[in-house]
């Protein structure tokens, strides 16, 4: 049984809304960001208005760590609504310390379908700073209802100028990708090159911080922390990019039915310690008495109640069938792989053509496969 929250809530920290049915969290580390943000940019807002105290002064400076947080926030709606919009579900949207996340579920299929997603987050990002730069030369030069305003406005010029370095896991490496991908027919190429875009772009970081040192700037000690932070953010979202591309690489030669275990079907009232002798290995679909599937036999479950209540009827061992959690026999094998990546389950149903059961493919199996053959 579950809280009525979903996998995907419970480790992301605060549900601010659902937009669309996706829910928006706030990660506990943008507050660590938020106050460090408020601490640095205090100082700030006394040059451009010398007559305010330190409490206007904290005030603004909280102020902008909001229209940051919310710029963020439109960015990645901006994601989300594109990739709505081309039929691709999205998990969450996560602010958290050093920017935000729109998670979709799946690979897109297509090299444009990555790019408009990719750039849809600049674009709203490009747009609400023109808005902002739009109001600000209507308005007099001073005064704190001109600097938030000019805040919001440098707020999202700074999403979008950052968001398109052209390196994973950045906006910009993404519509590198999609363009590599798009001229080579390869998704894996464009990752790799979207990849060393980013190692490019975070030893530019580091350049840039450490010209600073070398020059005695005087942010020199701010600037190192801040690119130090965000290389690794880069480097570091960039090798999950590119471990993330390899679990979904289907090897050549690679056969499912040589992964898929036999499949048994047994009633679901059948004692579960029966159930658990008869399956040998095998994979177990419990079948009600009207024919309903009523889940496949979970055998650490199973054992456990077997060790309680060896008689009780094995379907309450059963881990239901979810429509994520069945495979066509006939997919291609990248798409096989993806569903296995991205869907919270441990086994998967494989059924054919006519959706009779064919087979159980366990993830630790395809997990180990594809790892071996990638050795070799």
């Known amino acids: ?5 979903s996998w995907a809530e419970r480790d992301g920290g605060l549900v ?16 660590v960001g938020s106050v460090a943000i408020v601490v640095l940019y205090a100082p700030l807002v006394e040059r451009f208005l010398p007559d305010a105290g330190a409490v206007v002064s904290l005030s603004l400076a909280a102020a902008f760590a ?10 990645e709606l901006g994601h989300c609504v594109v990739a709505l919009r081309l039929g691709i579900p999205v998990r969450r949207l996560r602010l958290f310390l050093l920017g935000g996340l729109a998670e979709i579920t799946r690979t897109p299929r297509k090299p444009s379908q990555e790019g408009l997603i990719a750039a849809a987050g600049p ?33 999202n010029v700074a999403v979008a100028v950052f968001n398109m370095l052209p390196g994973l896991p950045l906006d910009g490496g993404r519509m590198l990708r999609a363009g590599v991908w798009a001229a080579f027919g390869d998704r894996g190429i464009g990752t790799r090159a979207a990849v060393a875009g980013g190692w490019l772009v975070a030893a530019l970081l580091m350049f840039w911080a450490l010209w600073g040192l070398a020059n005695e700037s005087p942010d020199r000690w701010l600037r190192l922390g801040v690119c130090a932070l965000t290389a690794w953010f880069v480097v570091s979202g960039a090798r999950g990019e590119l471990a993330s591309d390899q679990r979904r690489t289907w090897p050549d030669g690679l056969v499912l039915a040589d992964l898929v275990r036999p499949v048994l079907q047994l009633p679901a009232e059948s004692p579960v310690a029966n159930a658990l002798s008869a399956a040998a290995g095998r994979g177990v679909v419990l079948v009600r008495a009207d024919g309903v599937a009523a889940g496949l036999l979970d055998p650490v479950a199973a054992v456990r109640l077997a060790e309680r209540s ?3 009827p094995a379907e309450q061992a ?21 569903r296995v990546q991205e869907t919270a389950a441990w086994q ?3 059924v054919d053509a006519d959706g009779r ?20």
Do not use: Q, Y
Not at 16 to 31: A, D, H, I, K, Q
């Open 348 to 350: 998967f149903l494989v």
């Open 1 to 5: 049984m579950t809280d009525g929250t």
């Open 310 to 312: 060896p008689m009780a």
């Open 16 to 31: 601010l809304f659902r937009f669309r049915g996706v829910p928006v969290l706030l990660s506990p580390s943008w507050w």
């Open 123 to 155: 674009i709203v990002s490009a747009v609400l700073a023109a808005l902002c730069g739009g109001v600000l030369l209507l308005m007099p030069a001073e005064g704190p209802i001109w600097l938030l305003v000019l805040e919001c406005a440098v707020a």
């Open 66 to 75: 909001v229209l940051l947080g919310v710029s963020v926030l439109a960015h």
């Open 357 to 376: 059961p064919a087979g159980v493919l366990h993830r630790d199996d395809l997990r180990a496969s594809l790892a071996g053959r990638r050795r070799f």
């Open 318 to 338: 059963a881990e239901p069938i979810r429509p994520e959690s069945v495979l066509l026999d006939s997919e291609p094998g990248e798409e096989i792989a993806e």
